[in-house]
DNA sequence: GCCCAGGAGTGTG
DNA sequence: CACACTCATGGG
Protein backbone atom coordinates (compact mmCIF):
# COMPACT_ATOMS: atom_id res chain seq x y z
CA UNK A 1 0.00 0.00 0.00
CA UNK A 2 1.03 3.82 -0.68
CA UNK A 3 0.63 7.18 0.42
CA UNK A 4 1.36 9.67 -2.38
CA UNK A 5 3.10 12.52 -1.14
CA UNK A 6 3.77 14.30 -4.30
CA UNK A 7 0.73 16.80 -4.18
CA UNK A 8 2.50 18.46 -1.03
CA UNK A 9 5.26 17.22 1.19
CA UNK A 10 5.71 14.83 3.53
CA UNK A 11 8.96 13.82 5.30
CA UNK A 12 8.88 10.60 7.88
CA UNK A 13 12.03 11.04 9.35
CA UNK A 14 10.86 14.72 10.32
CA UNK A 15 7.40 14.04 10.86
CA UNK A 16 8.27 10.97 13.35
CA UNK A 17 11.79 11.63 14.87
CA UNK A 18 11.05 15.27 16.13
CA UNK A 19 10.01 14.06 19.46
CA UNK A 20 5.89 14.96 19.19
CA UNK A 21 4.62 11.14 18.94
CA UNK A 22 7.00 8.24 21.28
CA UNK A 23 5.97 4.90 19.70
CA UNK A 24 8.00 4.99 16.26
CA UNK A 25 11.43 3.41 16.07
CA UNK A 26 13.29 3.45 13.02
CA UNK A 27 14.86 0.13 12.55
CA UNK A 28 18.63 -0.37 11.58
CA UNK A 29 17.03 -1.39 7.99
CA UNK A 30 15.34 2.55 7.76
CA UNK A 31 11.66 1.58 8.37
CA UNK A 32 9.68 3.18 11.09
CA UNK A 33 8.51 0.76 12.89
CA UNK A 34 5.49 1.35 15.86
CA UNK A 35 1.65 0.42 16.96
CA UNK A 36 -0.98 2.06 15.32
CA UNK A 37 -4.32 1.06 16.67
CA UNK A 38 -4.33 -2.08 17.27
CA UNK A 39 -1.70 -3.27 14.40
CA UNK A 40 1.73 -2.72 14.36
CA UNK A 41 3.10 -0.83 11.22
CA UNK A 42 6.39 -0.21 8.94
CA UNK A 43 6.66 2.91 7.21
CA UNK A 44 9.19 3.39 4.43
CA UNK A 45 9.78 6.52 2.03
CA UNK A 46 11.29 6.80 -1.38
CA UNK A 47 10.93 9.89 -2.63
CA UNK A 48 7.81 10.87 -2.41
CA UNK A 49 5.82 7.58 -2.06
CA UNK A 50 5.43 6.28 1.76
CA UNK A 51 5.17 2.79 1.74
CA UNK A 52 2.84 1.03 4.41
CA UNK A 53 2.98 -2.47 5.55
CA UNK A 54 0.49 -3.80 8.51
CA UNK A 55 0.37 -6.90 10.84
CA UNK A 56 -2.42 -7.66 11.15
CA UNK A 57 -3.41 -6.84 7.94
CA UNK A 58 -6.63 -5.09 7.53
CA UNK A 59 -8.07 -3.12 4.87
CA UNK A 60 -8.43 0.51 6.87
CA UNK A 61 -4.20 0.79 7.12
CA UNK A 62 -4.04 3.22 4.58
CA UNK A 63 -6.66 5.29 5.90
CA UNK A 64 -4.90 4.93 9.41
CA UNK A 65 -1.85 6.08 8.26
CA UNK A 66 -3.22 8.77 6.09
CA UNK A 67 -5.06 10.39 9.56
CA UNK A 68 -2.05 9.92 11.21
CA UNK A 69 0.40 11.56 9.44
CA UNK A 70 -2.01 14.60 8.14
CA UNK A 71 -1.26 13.40 4.70
CA UNK A 72 -4.09 15.74 3.68
CA UNK A 73 -2.65 19.11 5.45
CA UNK A 74 -2.17 21.48 2.69
CA UNK A 75 1.14 22.33 4.37
CA UNK A 76 2.43 24.51 1.87
CA UNK A 77 -0.32 26.88 2.11
CA UNK A 78 0.67 26.81 5.97
CA UNK A 79 4.08 27.73 5.29
CA UNK A 80 2.81 30.55 3.24
CA UNK A 81 0.38 31.79 5.48
CA UNK A 82 3.30 31.76 8.58
CA UNK A 83 5.98 32.80 6.33
CA UNK A 84 4.33 36.60 6.82
CA UNK A 85 6.83 36.55 9.91
CA UNK A 86 10.14 36.82 8.50
CA UNK A 87 11.49 34.52 11.34
CA UNK A 88 9.22 31.43 9.93
CA UNK A 89 10.08 32.05 6.16
CA UNK A 90 14.01 32.00 6.84
CA UNK A 91 13.37 28.70 8.65
CA UNK A 92 10.72 26.84 7.31
CA UNK A 93 12.57 25.76 4.01
CA UNK A 94 14.05 22.83 5.25
CA UNK A 95 10.97 21.73 7.40
CA UNK A 96 8.65 21.43 4.22
CA UNK A 97 7.96 17.71 4.62
CA UNK A 98 7.45 17.97 8.81
CA UNK A 99 3.68 17.31 9.25
CA UNK A 100 2.15 17.62 13.00
CA UNK A 101 0.77 14.37 13.89
CA UNK A 102 -2.80 13.07 15.03
CA UNK A 103 -2.75 10.79 17.87
CA UNK A 104 -5.75 9.20 19.11
CA UNK A 105 -7.14 11.30 21.86
CA UNK A 106 -7.06 9.13 24.55
CA UNK A 107 -3.48 7.55 24.26
CA UNK A 108 -2.30 11.55 23.74
CA UNK A 109 -3.92 12.60 26.86
CA UNK A 110 -2.40 9.24 28.72
CA UNK A 111 0.76 10.34 26.92
CA UNK A 112 1.25 14.21 28.02
CA UNK A 113 0.21 13.49 31.56
CA UNK A 114 3.32 10.90 31.72
CA UNK A 115 5.79 13.47 29.44
CA UNK A 116 5.60 16.15 32.23
CA UNK A 117 9.24 16.78 33.16
CA UNK A 118 10.68 14.14 31.43
CA UNK A 119 12.78 13.91 28.20
CA UNK A 120 11.94 12.01 24.98
CA UNK A 121 13.94 8.83 25.68
CA UNK A 122 11.92 8.54 29.42
CA UNK A 123 8.53 9.30 27.89
CA UNK A 124 9.42 7.11 25.08
CA UNK A 125 9.88 4.51 27.80
CA UNK A 126 7.12 5.30 30.17
CA UNK A 127 4.24 4.55 27.26
CA UNK A 128 6.21 1.67 26.11
CA UNK A 129 6.10 0.26 29.89
CA UNK A 130 2.31 1.47 30.46
CA UNK A 131 1.52 -0.92 27.31
CA UNK A 132 3.03 -3.82 27.83
CA UNK A 133 1.41 -4.13 31.10
CA UNK A 134 -1.73 -2.82 30.21
CA UNK A 135 -2.20 -3.25 26.71
CA UNK A 136 -3.08 -5.98 24.73
CA UNK A 137 -0.80 -8.14 22.54
CA UNK A 138 -0.40 -7.47 18.64
CA UNK A 139 2.60 -8.78 17.91
CA UNK A 140 5.91 -10.87 19.85
CA UNK A 141 6.82 -7.92 22.06
CA UNK A 142 4.72 -4.61 20.70
CA UNK A 143 1.71 -4.03 22.48
CA UNK A 144 -1.18 -1.41 21.52
CA UNK A 145 -1.68 1.30 23.87
CA UNK A 146 -4.06 0.33 26.39
CA UNK A 147 -7.77 1.53 26.10
CA UNK A 148 -9.84 3.53 29.08
CA UNK A 149 -11.16 0.24 30.05
CA UNK A 150 -8.04 -1.68 30.64
CA UNK A 151 -6.70 1.20 32.04
CA UNK A 152 -9.17 2.20 34.23
CA UNK A 153 -8.54 -1.24 35.61
CA UNK A 154 -5.08 -0.86 36.78
CA UNK A 155 -4.29 0.08 40.28
CA UNK A 156 -2.64 2.81 41.78
CA UNK A 157 -0.38 -0.05 43.34
CA UNK A 158 0.31 -1.68 39.77
CA UNK A 159 0.83 1.73 38.31
CA UNK A 160 3.36 2.93 40.65
CA UNK A 161 5.84 -0.42 40.08
CA UNK A 162 5.95 1.42 36.47
CA UNK A 163 8.52 3.88 37.47
CA UNK A 164 6.20 7.01 36.87
CA UNK A 165 6.90 8.62 39.95
CA UNK A 166 4.14 11.45 41.28
CA UNK A 167 2.68 11.07 37.50
CA UNK A 168 1.34 7.18 38.64
CA UNK A 169 -1.13 9.36 40.79
CA UNK A 170 -2.07 11.16 38.18
CA UNK A 171 -2.92 8.41 35.62
CA UNK A 172 -5.01 6.90 38.22
CA UNK A 173 -7.25 9.82 39.09
CA UNK A 174 -7.79 10.72 35.91
CA UNK A 175 -8.88 7.19 34.85
CA UNK A 176 -11.10 7.61 37.09
CA UNK A 177 -12.38 10.74 36.38
CA UNK A 178 -12.67 10.44 33.10
CA UNK A 179 -16.15 8.79 31.68
CA UNK A 180 -16.97 6.53 28.78
CA UNK A 181 -18.07 8.86 26.47
CA UNK A 182 -16.45 12.14 28.01
CA UNK A 183 -13.70 12.04 24.88
CA UNK A 184 -16.62 12.10 22.14
CA UNK A 185 -17.97 15.02 24.19
CA UNK A 186 -14.75 16.65 24.06
CA UNK A 187 -13.98 16.92 19.98
CA UNK A 188 -17.46 18.71 19.72
CA UNK A 189 -16.42 21.34 21.61
CA UNK A 190 -14.70 24.61 20.96
CA UNK A 191 -11.00 24.73 21.72
CA UNK A 192 -11.75 27.37 24.30
CA UNK A 193 -14.50 25.10 25.91
CA UNK A 194 -11.82 21.82 25.63
CA UNK A 195 -8.94 23.48 26.83
CA UNK A 196 -10.62 24.27 29.99
CA UNK A 197 -12.38 21.08 30.37
CA UNK A 198 -8.99 19.67 29.57
CA UNK A 199 -7.38 21.49 32.81
CA UNK A 200 -9.70 19.81 35.10
CA UNK A 201 -8.20 16.77 35.03
CA UNK A 202 -5.02 15.95 37.31
CA UNK A 203 -2.26 16.49 35.80
CA UNK A 204 -2.85 18.75 33.19
CA UNK A 205 -2.28 21.87 32.99
CA UNK A 206 -1.64 24.69 30.48
CA UNK A 207 1.06 23.13 28.14
CA UNK A 208 -0.64 19.54 28.50
CA UNK A 209 -3.89 20.71 27.48
CA UNK A 210 -2.35 22.15 24.28
CA UNK A 211 -0.51 19.17 23.75
CA UNK A 212 -3.67 17.44 23.87
CA UNK A 213 -5.21 19.87 21.63
CA UNK A 214 -2.55 19.66 19.21
CA UNK A 215 -1.92 16.35 18.40
CA UNK A 216 -4.96 14.70 20.07
CA UNK A 217 -7.62 16.78 19.04
CA UNK A 218 -5.94 18.37 15.79
CA UNK A 219 -6.59 22.04 17.07
CA UNK A 220 -4.02 23.74 15.01
CA UNK A 221 -4.05 26.99 16.54
CA UNK A 222 -2.97 25.49 19.95
CA UNK A 223 0.90 26.47 20.69
CA UNK A 224 1.69 24.08 23.55
CA UNK A 225 5.11 25.93 25.41
CA UNK A 226 7.80 23.62 26.91
CA UNK A 227 11.05 24.71 28.02
CA UNK A 228 12.27 24.55 24.71
CA UNK A 229 9.61 26.82 22.93
CA UNK A 230 10.21 29.03 26.15
CA UNK A 231 13.61 29.49 25.05
CA UNK A 232 13.24 29.80 20.86
CA UNK A 233 10.48 32.62 21.96
CA UNK A 234 13.13 34.28 23.98
CA UNK A 235 16.18 33.46 21.45
CA UNK A 236 14.23 34.50 18.23
CA UNK A 237 11.95 36.99 19.19
CA UNK A 238 12.63 38.17 22.52
CA UNK A 239 9.80 37.46 24.42
CA UNK A 240 9.67 36.05 27.62
CA UNK A 241 7.42 35.79 30.48
CA UNK A 242 4.45 33.86 32.20
CA UNK A 243 2.44 30.93 30.00
CA UNK A 244 -0.26 33.33 29.11
CA UNK A 245 1.66 36.46 28.19
CA UNK A 246 3.69 34.04 25.77
CA UNK A 247 0.91 32.00 24.48
CA UNK A 248 -0.83 35.73 23.84
CA UNK A 249 2.14 36.39 21.64
CA UNK A 250 2.10 33.01 19.80
CA UNK A 251 -1.50 33.68 18.97
CA UNK A 252 -1.08 37.02 17.38
CA UNK A 253 1.73 35.98 15.58
CA UNK A 254 1.36 32.91 14.12
CA UNK A 255 -2.54 32.56 14.01
CA UNK A 256 -4.77 29.53 13.04
CA UNK A 257 -1.58 27.64 12.52
CA UNK A 258 0.25 28.26 15.47
CA UNK A 259 0.67 24.65 16.24
CA UNK A 260 2.42 24.11 12.81
CA UNK A 261 5.16 27.20 13.77
CA UNK A 262 5.66 25.54 17.53
CA UNK A 263 6.49 22.15 15.97
CA UNK A 264 8.89 23.93 13.35
CA UNK A 265 10.18 26.09 16.51
CA UNK A 266 10.58 23.21 18.49
CA UNK A 267 12.45 20.98 16.08
CA UNK A 268 15.05 23.88 15.70
CA UNK A 269 15.39 24.58 18.90
CA UNK A 270 15.78 21.20 20.30
CA UNK A 271 16.81 18.85 17.39
CA UNK A 272 18.88 21.17 15.26
CA UNK A 273 20.48 24.44 17.28
CA UNK A 274 23.20 21.87 19.27
CA UNK A 275 24.67 20.96 16.08
CA UNK A 276 25.39 24.79 15.64
CA UNK A 277 24.02 25.12 12.25
CA UNK A 278 20.46 26.89 13.12
CA UNK A 279 17.70 27.09 10.36
CA UNK A 280 16.00 30.13 12.14
CA UNK A 281 18.15 33.39 12.65
CA UNK A 282 17.64 36.05 14.97
CA UNK A 283 15.88 39.27 13.01
C1' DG B 1 27.84 13.05 41.90
C1' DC B 2 25.87 16.85 38.82
C1' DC B 3 22.07 19.05 35.84
C1' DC B 4 18.10 18.61 33.08
C1' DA B 5 13.66 17.08 31.25
C1' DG B 6 7.56 18.56 25.65
C1' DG B 7 5.22 20.64 34.20
C1' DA B 8 1.57 20.49 37.53
C1' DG B 9 -0.25 21.52 42.11
C1' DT B 10 -0.32 24.30 45.97
C1' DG B 11 0.51 28.14 48.68
C1' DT B 12 1.76 33.07 49.13
C1' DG B 13 2.32 38.07 47.98
C1' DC C 1 -1.98 38.15 38.01
C1' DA C 2 3.02 36.64 39.46
C1' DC C 3 6.51 33.89 41.74
C1' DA C 4 8.45 29.94 45.03
C1' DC C 5 8.43 25.63 46.41
C1' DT C 6 7.64 20.62 46.11
C1' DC C 7 6.89 16.47 43.72
C1' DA C 8 9.84 11.25 41.78
C1' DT C 9 12.95 9.57 38.56
C1' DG C 10 15.78 8.35 34.54
C1' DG C 11 18.97 10.11 30.83
C1' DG C 12 23.15 12.51 29.56
Redesign the pocket.
Known amino acids: MRVDTKICPLDLDLTLG????FRWRKAPNGLWEGPLGNQFIRLGQKGSVVHIEASPGGRVVEELVRTHLRADDDVRKIQKALAKDPVMAAGVSELKGLRIVKIDEWECLMS??L?????????A?MIETLSNRYGERIVAGVHSFPSQERLRRASLAGL?KC????????IHEACRILGVDVLSEFKRMSSKDLREAL?Q???????????VL??GFGRLDA???????E?ALGRLYHRR?????LRGFAREQFGPYAGYA??Y??YNE?LRAPKGTCVFSEE
Open positions: CGQTFIATYANVPRIKSGFGYRAKFKLPGVGDKVADCLFFPIDVWIRGSYNRQELYR
